[in-house]
């Protein structure tokens, strides 16, 4: 049995039932599991718990039974009594002197926070977005959704709301808020503050009034609101806000989903990366994940996708591939419903392959003027998207390929995904084939089977 609170929306109710399953997977071998979390309940059972019935007929040596079960139960039951209370009464003392105690965490946390004044109050926020009103709705992630909202000082800001409050959604709320505080760049979004001791969790950043890169590249109609000049910066912009995030000495930060919708555009169009929700730390010999793959297909690192492998080079993959989507106005991420058509990649290769590359740039930025310089750009692209990560330079060393137009850059090497014929692939078949060819060393993740808890 499974149910939700009615103030949750669908992805909330999914979201929230998929915990608790997994949590009562816990329970096992048990016969018996319950999970409460902070908007829904799950419980699972070897009897029936639903529809108990209790027989009518019974004899005369049945009622003397029964009678002196009855007396063992109801001293058994006081004993429970006791024992339930002694339980409770532990637990509230545990839950008191957890709250008065806070953990390291916390501490380090509320330290940040007071050190750099930023606390909102929960009220504040809630007001400021009209309660969180769907007209003041930006988008939603998945770990919250984001609203606008204005401050009383008539600050514009970008508020985001937590789904859950549970102890697994607090740590990603610390963690993200120890991950932003320790980094500042201008062209990583700025974190303004946020609430934690109201009824959910709330961050709080600079609101960006012309939200994201895609509303325009993929536009025909407003696309040339983004010269060549203003794509090149955006381009730069993004390679020195990731660089910033991998070269930080006080934490190794990999964004794991850059793409054009990732990257948002101040009144300047100035390139600013939000690198919250999958932005992860990671030590130095810690490069392989034990958890889900996430991000977004047409932008992943081909051993990301196989193995699990996860470094900087990821984020490096990612960011040559928003580079050609920059220059051509072209998504990557091919259409279902367009069987037969070519991926970005793909046409961009043979095109590079061919010397034709010039065919690929958006006609709104097209001219004689800049050529040279989207060449070297779709050149470096392809140098940051070679199959092999050893080979992708670093981001730092992207930016200054792409600055310094005098020194010669080196051949690229093949990217993955550019054989059609090879990018289906069975996920409980045989592995090792695929692995062995170099043209497609990573399968296509549209095929993966996996199970899930959904809301009816």
Avoid at 4 to 11: E, K, P, Q, V
Wanted: with cysteine; charged share 20%.
């Amino acid at each position: 049995m499974a149910t939700c609170w009615r103030t949750l929306n669908a992805s909330g109710c999914g979201e929230c039932l998929r915990n608790a399953s997994a949590a009562a997977a816990g329970c096992l071998p048990w016969t018996e599991g319950r999970v409460a979390n902070t908007g829904c309940f799950l419980r699972y059972s070897d009897t029936d718990f639903l529809n108990n019935s209790t027989s009518t007929t019974r004899s005369s040596s049945g009622h003397k039974t029964v009678k002196v079960v009855a007396v063992g139960c109801s001293v058994a039951a006081v004993g429970l009594g006791v024992i339930i209370r002694i339980i409770i009464y532990k637990r509230n003392r545990a839950i008191q002197d957890r709250r008065k105690g806070l953990t390291k965490v916390s501490k380090m946390i509320i330290s940040v926070l007071k050190k750099s004044s930023l606390n909102f109050k929960y009220s504040m926020l809630e007001k400021a977005t009209g309660s969180f009103g769907e007209a003041n709705k930006l988008g939603e992630g998945g770990f919250g959704t984001v609203y606008k909202g204005v401050l009383a000082d008539g600050r514009e800001v970008a508020v985001k709301r937590l789904f859950f409050n549970n102890r697994s959604r607090a740590m990603d709320f610390f963690n993200e808020v120890r991950l932003i505080s320790s980094v500042e760049h201008k062209n990583l979004v700025r974190l303004l503050g946020c609430s934690c001791w109201g009824p959910e969790s709330l961050l709080v950043y600079e609101y960006l009034p012309n939200k994201s890169l895609d509303r325009f590249i993929f536009d025909e109609e407003i696309g040339n609101v983004l010269d060549w000049e203003k794509r090149f910066k955006i381009i730069t912009g993004t390679a020195q806000g990731l660089a910033h995030l991998h070269e930080n000495p006080k934490a190794r930060i990999i964004h794991k989903d850059i793409k054009a919708s990732n990257v948002l555009l101040d009144s300047k169009f100035q390139a600013k990366i939000p690198y919250f929700g999958l932005a992860r730390s990671f030590e130095e010999d810690k490069t392989h994940v034990s958890t889900a793959i996430a991000g977004t297909l047409g932008y992943m690192a081909p051993e990301y996708i196989a193995h699990g492998q996860l470094s900087e080079k990821a984020d490096v993959y990612s960011f040559g591939v928003l580079v050609l989507e920059i220059i051509s106005g072209r998504q990557n991420c091919r259409s279902i419903t367009s069987e037969h058509s070519q991926s970005l990649l793909t046409l961009a290769w043979n095109h590079f392959q061919t010397g034709t590359a010039e065919d690929l740039i958006d006609p709104n930025i097209r001219s004689l003027q800049h050529r040279e310089q989207m060449l070297r750009a779709v050149h470096v692209a392809f140098l940051c998207m070679q199959e092999c990560q050893n080979l992708r330079p670093s981001m730092s060393v992207c930016l200054q390929m792409l600055l310094r137009a005098e020194e010669p850059l080196p051949a690229p090497t093949n990217p993955p995904f550019t054989d059609e014929w090879t990018m289906e692939f069975d996920f409980e078949g045989d592995s090792e084939r695929l692995l062995s060819e170099t043209s497609s060393s990573a399968a296509s993740v549209a095929t993966m089977m996996y199970s899930a808890f959904y809301p009816r």
